[in-house]
């Protein structure tokens, strides 16, 4: 359901029915979610999640029971409540979120697929809000470029080029992940496949939800196309390993927020379309 107030002011933008605040970290967008009507814990708003996630801790203290599919556990009949949007009777993945709490966030699951799947969902990176609409009712925004999107499995891809010094410009294939504080990381097999490795600066790790920790390489790239758009000096890592989503090839890598929060983004997964309008970030340097 969802409750009809008073919706800030989006001069030339279509008529969202609801308004959500949400917190910045940076890099991840946390949102407060009441799960079987419960106090309200922290989520993270994630296209790349396939489902919702619920962490194991709280499955547990609410009672949900689980079964095993594959390797992966779900629980079923769950309510998922935010900003005055009920997601009833949702199939979650129940995993730990341990990783978060070793570096001190209190982060309890992902909001994922099921909620841009029922709603247009716009984030305004730099008024840090969600606006949602029924797909029905939607408009695309005045102004706004408006994109053909893809999807692998149940999360979008849209394509991107990089530019590499001594090379022709890579063209990949890439997941659009709002749960990705990072602006672009290639998978393994593509950047092998393109003998992009060679090429790295630095090596790094970082933490992940499903894989532990991620072992990166930075790669030196010069610019970025997306969407018409070009970036100078973006920050593009890889995969070093098949490790979790770095071995994956149905998609040659992930679209993280350091470039999404330069836009008001339109997800509308309805009409496969991704909408952007450019904001006062656009052109801020990289930072991660």
């Not at 030339?12 to 079987?36: K, Y």
């Not at 072992?215 to 979790?244: C, E, N, S």
Request: aromatic letters at 10%; glycine letters at 10%.
């Amino acid at each position: 359901m969802v409750w009809l107030l008073g919706a800030l002011p989006l001069l030339g933008s279509p008529p969202f029915v609801r308004q959500i605040p949400f917190s910045w970290t940076p890099g991840q967008i946390e949102l407060p979610v009441s799960v079987n009507g419960g106090e309200p814990v922290t989520f993270l708003l994630d296209t790349g999640a396939e489902y919702s996630i619920v962490s194991t801790a709280l499955a547990a203290k609410l009672g949900l029971q689980t079964t095993r599919r594959g390797i992966r556990d779900f629980a079923t009949g769950v309510t998922l409540s935010f900003g005055g949007i009920e997601l009833p009777n949702q199939e979650v993945m129940v995993m730990s979120c341990e990783g978060y709490r070793k570096r001190g966030r209190a982060i309890e699951g992902l909001i994922g697929y099921d909620f841009f799947a029922r709603y247009v969902v716009r984030i305004d990176f730099h008024a840090r809000t969600l606006a949602v609409a029924e797909p029905s009712s939607f408009r695309r925004p005045t102004g706004a470029r408006t994109l053909p999107l893809r999807f692998v499995g149940r999360v979008p891809a849209i394509g991107v080029e990089v530019d590499f010094p001594g090379r022709k410009p890579v063209r990949a294939q890439v997941v659009i992940d709002t749960g990705a504080s990072t602006a672009l990381m290639l998978r393994h097999p593509f950047v092998t496949s393109q003998r992009l490795l060679q090429l790295a600066t630095a090596e790094e790790t970082s933490p992940s939800l499903a894989s532990g920790t991620l072992q990166l390489a930075r790669l030196p790239a010069r610019q970025m196309v997306f969407a018409g758009w070009t970036f100078d000096q973006p920050i593009v890592k890889a995969f070093r390993t098949t490790t979790g989503s770095g071995g994956y090839t149905d998609s040659d890598g992930i679209l993280g927020n350091e470039v999404l929060r330069r836009f008001h983004v339109t997800f509308d997964y309805f009409r496969k379309t991704l909408s952007l309008e450019p904001n006062a970030e656009l052109r801020d340097p990289f930072l991660r």
